[in-house]
T-cell receptor, first 114, second 115 residues
Framework: GNSVTQMEGPVTLSEEAFLTINCTYT??????LFWYVQYPGEGLQLLLK?????DKGSNKGFEATYRKETTSFHLEKGSVQVSDSAVYFC?????????????FGQGTELSVKP | DGGITQSPKYLFRKEGQNVTLSCEQN?????MYWYRQDPGQGLRLIYY???????QKGDIAEGYSVSREKKESFPLTVTSAQKNPTAFYLC??????????????FGQGTRLTVV
C-alpha cells in the first residue's frame, strides 16, 4: 500500500544547529510530496512541496529534494531557530486516477533550545 | 480572503450524544478531508470526498459520518458509536484528483472533549 515513514521524535537541537528529518515513502504511481508544519494548538501549514523527481522544494530556509531512486524526501535546514520548534509532517498525494488520497507520516516533533 | 474554516474551536460533548463539526471552504476545491489527531500522534484519515455527493471511508471511519451536499461544506458527525471521541479534528481541502498543484489547506482544528 501507499505510506509515509518519518524518523521518530522528539528531536532536540540547540539554536543554529543543522537539522535533518528523514522521510521515506511507498507509493504505487507518481506522488507529489509535501512537508507541513504544525504549531501548538493549530492546524497544519504547508512548508514546501515537490511534484516530480529531482525537484527541490524550499521555504524559510528549509529544503527537501524529491529522490525517486531512494523514495525519500528528507527535510533539512542549515541553522535552526527557537521559532522553528513545532511538529513536522511529511505527506504524499497520488494524482492521476489514484483517488487523490492525502497520506501523512506520523510527525516529528522538533524542539530548539536557545 | 480564501480559506478553510472549522467551527467551533472547542466542543464539549456528553457521553451518548452525537455532535457535528463544521468545515467550510471558499477555495473552490473539489476534495475535502477529515483527520483525527491524538496527543503525540500523527494524523489519521477519517473520511474524504473528491466530489460533491460522494465520499469514501478512510482508515478510522467507524463511529463517524459525513455528508457532501455542497462543494464548500463537509460536516463531520461524531456519533455515540465512537468509543473514544476526545481528540483534535482537522479538516482539509485540495484541488483534487488530476490537479497538478494539489497541496492541501487546513483549518485551525476543533478540539472535542467528552465530559
Amino acid at each position: 500500500g501507499n505510506s509515509v515513514t518519518q524518523m521518530e521524535g522528539p528531536v532536540t537541537l540547540s539554536e543554529e544547529a543543522f537539522l535533518t528529518i528523514n522521510c521515506t515513502y511507498t507509493a504505487t504511481g507518481y506522488p507529489s510530496l509535501f512537508w507541513y508544519v504544525q504549531y501548538p494548538g493549530e492546524g497544519l501549514q504547508l512548508l514546501l512541496k515537490a511534484t516530480k523527481a529531482d525537484d527541490k522544494g524550499s521555504n524559510k530556509g528549509f529544503e527537501a529534494t524529491y529522490r525517486k531512486e531512494t523514495t525519500s524526501f528528507h527535510l533539512e535546514k542549515g541553522s535552526v531557530q527557537v521559532s522553528d520548534s513545532a511538529v513536522y509532517f511529511c505527506a504524499l498525494i497520488l494524482i492521476y486516477n489514484q483517488g487523490g488520497k492525502l497520506i501523512f507520516g506520523q510527525g516529528t516533533e522538533l524542539s530548539v533550545k536557545p | 480572503d480564501g480559506g478553510i474554516t472549522q467551527s467551533p474551536k472547542y466542543l464539549f460533548r456528553k457521553e451518548g450524544q452525537n455532535v457535528t463539526l463544521s468545515c467550510e471552504q471558499n477555495l473552490n476545491h473539489d476534495a475535502m478531508y477529515w483527520y483525527r489527531q491524538d496527543p503525540g500522534q500523527g494524523l489519521r484519515l477519517i473520511y474524504y470526498s473528491q466530489i460533491v455527493n460522494d465520499f469514501q471511508k478512510g482508515d478510522i471511519a467507524e463511529g463517524y459520518s459525513v455528508s457532501r451536499e455542497k462543494k464548500e461544506s463537509f460536516p463531520l458527525t461524531v456519533t455515540s458509536a465512537q468509543k473514544n471521541p476526545t481528540a483534535f479534528y482537522l479538516c482539509a481541502s485540495s484541488k483534487g484528483q488530476g490537479a497538478w498543484n494539489t497541496e492541501a489547506f487546513f483549518g485551525q482544528g476543533t478540539r472535542l472533549t467528552v465530559v
